[in-house]
């Protein structure tokens, strides 16, 4: 790949000056290369514990236990009430500081990673919006519905992966999509942590060649692509879901 | 008809304009100079989060060697100042958009550089690339491979330490981050200017710490004006006042005025350009 484009772009900077280093350097394409894996994994994780941290929330939000409802109560007005870049700052130089590490002699390897404080903030961050909008979802089901799965002698519990959870979800798909989309962007922000994410490689590399009209190019072409491959996915998901003559 | 008239006509205007996008123009304008000189006000990009060289005091303001140079310039000018703080990532770029005349903002003369920024010469300064460690932890850059150092995003020790030592580099996006990473023990060193880093360990906070390793390269720092007026009236003012910074001893003075480890590159400089009141005779 590296060797079929490096001879082009080496030339386009040559002939024109739009000096693309990331595809005819070989160390700069490495560094690139990596950052698309590093984005692409924190985008994963933070959207997958995002929705976990919004099913298990909505759930517990709606449980007769008071103490469980008053922490989400908590969690959330916590994590919606603070920006995600000061959250990260504190999850990694506060809570950082607090976890077990390991000494290697002159510094320490810390149990949590920034990668891995990135993937927590963000998805807490994301997962305080996802357990309203699932709320939302769960309201919208009828209290019918709900009353028939008690008859039939459903659990809370049983009730809620069988009969709620599958309808709320279909209505929450559409304030989940935007959030998701949201988050995505908000990943960004983990280069206040030194996460080796795109926006961190990319503007080390303006930095090391004073390129960066280019690698903004770069940078917004990638998370355009990224988030269009996102919604395309979900909205086939909706898509999918759809139960004719329900909602 | 028309159609094809008014394709060629944009085919024309795109390339013109990518034309004068990339190529810089040889000329030499005046037209930012005149400018400041009938506004009577010079806007200068410095450092605000640099101690010494720009930073802020505790009341607020914006302090540092880098702002007493700026003083100067002004003052020659006879004009006022007003300082615009700035990054190492986004300083060209505001003297490239007007938002700035004259950058004096601890940037190292690279020829990749002297392409979009009118750097002048002769270099006000020169600095070596080091770091700055837990006593004992370090004895030679080698000690360093493979191991997390500290980096402050944008600064180009970076990447050569990277590719000459293999280390990994962990970069944040302010001195104060870096270092309080450094503290912590997130990484084994924070890399960056031994000026700076001599700074901070004279400031007494720094007291398990040290600089144990010998300073590599030399990177001469350079002060920048649009590319456009580098050869214009404004180019050749900053030149002139370069000279006059050297051959005063003025440097030297405020290199002691605010704490910074004598370098031999200024003393050197103000030998060679000292000026003898016996030509004169």
Redesign the interface.
């Known amino acids: 790949m590296f060797d079929l484009i490096s001879g082009f772009f080496r030339d386009l900077y040559e002939t024109?000056?739009?000096n693309f280093v990331i595809f005819y350097e070989q160390?700069e394409w490495d560094r690139f290369v990596d950052a698309i894996w590093v984005s692409l994994y924190l985008i994963v994780a933070a959207l997958f514990f995002s929705v976990v941290v919004g099913i298990i929330g909505a759930w517990a939000q709606g449980s007769p236990i008071r103490a469980l409802r008053l922490l989400m109560a908590g969690y959330i007005q916590f994590f919606r009430n603070t920006p995600p870049y000061v959250q990260l700052?504190f999850f990694f130089?506060v809570l950082?500081?607090l976890t077990p590490?390991v000494d290697?002699?002159?510094?320490?390897e810390?149990m949590i990673s920034?990668f891995g404080w990135a993937v927590i903030s963000l998805s807490f961050f994301a997962g305080a919006f996802n357990v309203e909008i699932f709320r939302a979802g769960i309201e919208a089901v009828p209290h019918s519905t709900r009353e028939a799965a008690e008859a039939l002698g459903y659990t809370r519990l049983q009730a809620y992966i069988h009969v709620i959870l599958p309808l709320a979800f279909r209505v929450s798909l559409p304030a989940l999509n935007n959030n998701l989309v949201n988050l995505v962007k908000t990943s960004t922000q983990a280069?206040?942590?030194?996460v080796p994410e795109m926006l961190?490689t990319l503007?080390?590399v303006?930095?090391?060649?004073?390129n960066?009209p280019e690698m903004m190019i770069i940078l917004f072409i990638f998370y355009v692509g990224l988030v269009a491959i996102l919604v395309f996915g979900m909205h086939k998901w909706e898509k999918n879901m759809r139960i004719p003559g329900y909602g | 008809m028309i159609k094809t008239w008014a394709k060629t006509a944009l085919g024309v205007a795109v390339a013109a304009a990518v034309g004068f996008g990339m190529v810089s123009t040889a000329e030499a304008k005046n037209e930012r100079f005149m400018e400041m000189m009938s506004r009577g006000k010079l806007v200068v990009g410095v450092k605000a989060d640099y101690k010494p060289w720009g930073f802020r005091d505790p009341s607020g303001k914006i302090v540092g060697m880098e702002v007493d140079m700026a003083q100067d310039v002004a003052d020659a000018l006879g004009v006022s100042l007003e300082l615009v703080p700035v990054q190492s990532s986004n300083r060209m770029q505001f003297l490239q958009q007007g938002k700035i005349d004259l950058m004096i903002a601890t940037m190292s003369d690279r020829s990749d550089r002297r392409k979009l920024v009118g750097i002048v010469d002769p270099n006000y300064y020169t600095s070596g690339t080091n770091i700055m460690a837990r006593k004992g932890a370090v004895k030679s850059w080698e000690d360093l491979r493979g191991k997390p150092v500290c980096g402050k995003q944008g600064a180009f020790y970076n990447k050569i330490t990277a590719q000459r030592y293999g280390v990994k580099i962990v970069a944040f996006v302010g001195n104060a981050e870096a270092k309080q990473a450094l503290r912590d023990g997130k990484c084994i060193a924070w890399v960056y200017d031994d000026s700076s880093i001599g700074s901070d360990l004279a400031s007494g906070d720094w007291d398990n710490f040290e600089m144990p390793l010998a300073s590599e390269d030399d990177n001469p720092w350079g002060l920048a004006v649009p590319l456009e007026e580098l050869d214009g009236i404004w180019g050749h003012f900053m030149s002139g006042m370069t000279y006059w910074w050297h051959s005063s001893g003025r440097l030297i003075e405020l290199e002691k005025k605010w704490g910074i480890k004598p370098t031999a590159y200024l003393q050197h400089q103000a030998d060679k350009f000292k000026f003898e009141h016996g030509h004169l005779k």
């Open positions: 024109t000056g739009w160390y700052l130089f950082g500081n590490k290697m002699g002159g510094y320490y810390p920034s280069f206040a942590i030194a961190y503007a080390q303006w930095s090391d060649n004073s960066v």
